[in-house]
T-cell receptor, first 114, second 115 residues
Framework: KAGVTQTPRYLIKTRGQQVTLSCSPI?????VSWYQQTPGQGLQFLFE???????NKGNFPGRFSGRQFSNSRSEMNVSTLELGDSALYLC?????????????FGPGTRLLVL | AQSVTQPDIHITVSEGASLELRCNYS??????LFWYVQSPGQGLQLLLK??????LVQGIKGFEAEFKRSQSSFNLRKPSVHWSDAAEYFC?????????????FGEGTQLTVNP
């Protein structure tokens, strides 16, 4: 079974631009979560989607948004990019929501904001 | 709110030596606990998980972890480290919340393996 895939793997943007990242979960997984990883803040939860509904949201500004499609694929969008948004963005999928469900991570999208 | 502490930012061991990575958590109910490993430029790979039952759990690559409720700890161990184990290790807590779920990660422990 294929793992979690994320596209693109690398991205360079400039301040003020917006960016969309894509995540395809493991087949049969209906929950998708997004995390931001930076050297200073570590791994931080962004949001979780299940059945096309946002179930949970981390402490990030409204510039960070996401959505989930009927096939469980998910996208996250960051508008008005700031230098501090440079990070590795990780997507994780699980069968369903809930802390008991194991989350499987993709390889990440590395975003550099110049 | 849950939190996770990994007291050791960086650990260096010799190949063949034993390893223990520490993890302490704070959570008001029964925690769901995970250990993940991340190699440079890669995503996170699940090593093992604890939900309930036997407090000693076995994982992949010869790793094991022991849940100790009295100490709020979930330390990761390996009896003999291989050079390929060099990576960053993350302990995480999962919790059921009314509106979904999230993983809370520790700061990570960077493992260096000397030949």
């Amino acid at each position: 079974k294929a793992g979690v895939t994320q596209t693109p793997r690398y991205l360079i943007k400039t301040r003020g631009q917006q960016v969309t990242l894509s995540c395809s979960p493991i087949s049969g997984h209906r929950s998708v979560s997004w995390y931001q990883q930076t050297p200073g803040q570590g791994l931080q939860f962004l949001f979780e989607y299940f059945s096309e509904t946002q179930r949970n949201k981390g402490n990030f500004p409204g510039r960070f948004s996401g959505r989930q499609f009927s096939n469980s694929r998910s996208e996250m969008n960051v508008s008005t990019l700031e230098l501090g948004d440079s990070a590795l963005y990780l997507c994780a999928s699980s069968l369903g929501p809930g802390g008991r469900e194991t989350q499987y991570f993709g390889p990440g999208t590395r975003l550099l904001v110049l | 709110a849950q939190s996770v502490t990994q007291p050791d930012i960086h650990i260096t061991v010799s190949e063949g030596a034993s390893l223990e990575l520490r993890c302490n958590y704070s959570y008001g109910a029964t925690p769901y606990l995970f250990w993940y490993v991340q190699s440079p430029g890669q995503g996170l790979q699940l090593l093992l998980k604890y939900f309930s039952g036997d407090t000693l759990v076995q994982g992949i690559k010869g790793f094991e972890a022991e849940f100790k409720r009295s100490q709020s700890s979930f330390n990761l161990r390996k009896p003999s480290v291989h050079w390929s184990d060099a990576a960053e290790y993350f302990c995480a807590v999962g919790a059921r919340e009314t509106s979904g779920s999230r993983l809370t990660f520790g700061e990570g422990t960077q493992l260096t393996v000397n030949p």
